[in-house]
């Protein structure tokens, strides 16, 4: 039986785009005579081979492929010496693809028929390869659009071409089934947007051509075209490979929240500045928000305007909160069932243990939140009346510092943050508590009536009380010596125990400042770097590797000092699975840190110190600085975002994907003792 994958057909889609991206990147570097066609032709050449051979022979399909990819940009290496960005992002495209066809799991389409059975009618290609196909037709369009080349109505040429590729696929893919109207409709209107693209790239529009690129590519990604014959089409690929998988779903709707932000701060009118602000700009502001970190390039109370201080504040509070939390409680209020996987991503965002009290403990975690909130605003918007503001620029104040400050988001509407309130121990004391709050998770301030009334609590709110204790009480007491005469100079005695304890409380991934920050001393730095690493508590708005993975990655040391072999707290046994997991998180953490100090260090010129105490408050998603940020290009933006981003939804991703990781084997290996140490 004779087939064709849908693997050979995405490499396939590709061959075009490796021949214009080759052309493009060789074309600045080239004489006035001219661009030597081979070289792209020879990388075009070895990608469609590539795709001829993927399907019987994958390792070799792969290596040709990854080969023609790589030699497109090797051609154009004077061009890509010249621009780093453009090389990051081609290496991480490039990347990405290899890694795809690599890991792709097709599923081929008989051409002749199988044996007992009746033909078949004849089928090239899945609906799915043609999608990527009409993907990888609207790059090719923009590359025309955009690309710093000569030969423009070459690329146009090319583009075309693609186009009517994806075209076929596509005929094809709805000619293997009845179709709805809707899907006809849809395929339509995908045709129009091409050719709206082309248009306006030819009109040299390069603008509205990449906007309109840029829907085309997300409609083409995103409709949900189906593989099976039936009028209902059962559910998209895209959602089953999503919705189904816990760590996805957490990683993709943090991501889409980020963009969507990114998008509504990008307009004019969310900014003062004439025409907006940039977009990366935008984006880092939005992923700031999302992940509650509170790094800033543009100053929060001059560069938005209200509409964009109200975006801000909405993306703190549903990002604090988890998207996921806002979908339960409208499949609550709907009266909808959760599938299992939903279930079980919630539970762990918001701390639960029981599963059968799911939509209970999500109650309970929105009266908490929003509660608190309503109490800190209360408050805190009434010290900013009495210092001075106007009733209604102290309620806003008070309602946008008392979410963020229980989010742990860090954005504040005045440019030095507390800095001006920290002679205030109204305030100091009101947004350190509600941080607090916010980092112990809504069913930790439940469970503390057990704690005050002596009730017995679970071992893991053993741990977080414990541990937030000591890191508040421990924090304090060393900030308040270390900075005695040194940021805390000058201040009375009340200021310099209030100002200690708001720094202390604040590290939990908060992001305030009610000093400044080069004012520090080294020590402090070091201890906030430890400090910041361990963050809040699972289940609340903080990040970090969480107080619980701190004790239990400190429990086996005391265990080793001990003489026991099993790993014990408050008398209770902890599982040597969770050990490892502990283990696997903070490792992670690490190794994270590490790589992303090492791409600052050799994108940025910024000291080593500065650059970690960035990295850590990032991926902490903390939010302080020590002057860094404001020394970012875009590069070193892009990788701080990726620092936020993956400190929000890092350590829960990497629980969820290692609680699902059950190896048992019959066979045991022998043991052999390993010196160490």
């Known amino acids: 039986m004779r087939s064709f994958s849908s693997r050979s057909a995405f490499v396939a889609a590709f ?44 390792r070799l399909g792969t290596v040709l492929a990854a080969t023609g990819w790589f030699g497109a940009l090797a051609l154009g290496a004077p061009t890509l010496l010249t621009r780093p960005t453009l090389t990051l992002a081609l290496l991480v495209g490039v990347s990405a693809l290899v890694f795809i066809v690599w890991r792709w799991r097709s599923t081929a389409a008989p051409i002749g028929p199988a044996l007992g059975t009746a033909p078949p009618p004849p089928t090239l290609v899945g609906p799915g390869s043609a999608r990527f196909a009409f993907v990888a037709s609207v790059l090719c369009c923009l590359l025309a659009a955009v690309a710093p080349i000569d030969h423009h109505a070459l690329a146009l040429a090319g583009a075309g071409a693609s186009l009517a590729y994806a075209a076929v696929l596509w005929a094809v893919a709805f000619a293997q089934a009845p179709r709805s109207l809707v899907d006809k409709v849809a395929l339509g209107i995908g045709g129009v947007l091409a050719l709206g693209v082309v248009a306006l790239a030819a009109a040299s529009q390069l603008g509205s051509a990449l906007a309109l690129g840029a829907v085309l590519a997300v409609f083409g990604a995103v409709y949900p075209l189906r593989d099976g014959g039936d009028d209902d089409g059962g559910t998209p690929l895209w959602v089953e490979v999503i919705a189904h998988h816990p760590a996805r779903l957490l990683v993709v709707t943090f991501a ?30 939005s992923t700031s928000a999302v992940c509650v970190t509170g790094l800033i390039v543009l100053d929060t109370p001059t560069a938005f305007t209200g509409y964009g201080q109200g975006v801000l504040l909405l993306l703190i509070q549903v990002g604090g909160l988890g998207i996921m939390t806002f979908s339960t409680a409208a499949f609550a209020m709907l009266g909808r069932r959760l599938t299992l996987s939903h279930e079980r991503a919630v539970a762990e965002l918001l701390g639960g243990d029981d599963r059968t009290r799911l939509v209970d403990v999500l109650r309970q975690t ?26 209604l620029m102290a309620v806003w104040r008070g309602v946008f510092t008392s979410i963020s400050a229980f989010c742990n988001a860090g954005f504040a509407l005045q440019s030095a943050s507390l800095i001006p309130y920290q002679h205030s121990g109204a305030v100091l004391h009101a947004v350190a508590a509600l941080i607090v709050a916010g980092g112990l998770s809504p069913a930790a301030i439940v469970a503390l009536p057990q704690l005050t009334r002596g009730r017995r609590l679970t071992l893991r709110m053993k741990m977080v009380f414990s541990m937030t204790a000591t890191l508040l009480v421990g924090g304090f007491v060393l900030l308040l010596a270390l900075e005695w005469n040194v940021s805390l100079a000058g201040m009375s005695l009340a200021d310099k125990l209030n100002n200690a304890w708001f720094q202390s409380a ?7 400042n009610s000093v400044g920050m080069q004012a520090l001393s080294p020590a402090s730095i070091t201890l906030m770097i430890f ?16 107080t619980t993975t701190a004790f239990v990655v400190f429990m086996p040391i005391v265990t080793a000092i001990r003489g026991r072999q099993e790993v014990t707290a408050f008398g209770r046994e902890i599982p040597r699975e969770t050990v490892y997991r502990a283990a696997a998180i903070a490792v992670l953490g690490m190794l994270t840190v590490a790589f992303a100090l090492v791409a600052l260090q050799v994108t940025q010129a910024i000291p080593m110190d500065v650059a970690l105490f960035e990295v850590v408050s990032a991926i902490g998603t903390v939010g302080l600085t020590i002057g860094a940020t404001p020394k970012l290009d875009f590069v ?19 629980f969820l994907l290692l609680s699902e990781q059950h190896s048992e084997s019959s066979w045991h290996l022998p043991e052999e003792d390993v010196p160490v140490g």
Request: with cysteine; proline share 5%.
């Open 15 to 58: 061959v075009p785009v490796t021949w214009l991206v080759a052309l493009a990147l060789a074309s600045p570097g080239a004489e006035a005579g001219g661009v030597d066609p081979r070289g792209p032709a020879v990388a075009a050449t070895t990608v469609l081979l590539g795709a001829l051979v993927v399907r019987r022979r994958r």
């Open 366 to 391: 929105l009266r908490v939140t929003f509660g608190l909130e309503a109490v800190g605003a209360l408050w805190l918007a009434a010290c900013f009346w009495l210092s001075g503001d106007t009733l």
């Open 531 to 546: 400090l910041m690493f361990i963050g809040g508590s699972p289940g609340g708005t903080a990040g970090g590797i969480k």
């Open 256 to 285: 889409l929240l980020c963009a969507g932000g990114a998008v509504l701060l990008w307009l004019p009118l969310s900014s003062t500045a004439e025409g907006g602000i940039s977009f990366i700009d935008a984006a880092f502001t």
């Open 636 to 654: 070193g933006k892009v990788i701080i975002m990726l620092c936020m981003f993956l400190g929000r939804v890092g350590p829960l991703t990497a």
């Open 506 to 512: 604040t590290l939990r991934t908060a992001g305030f």
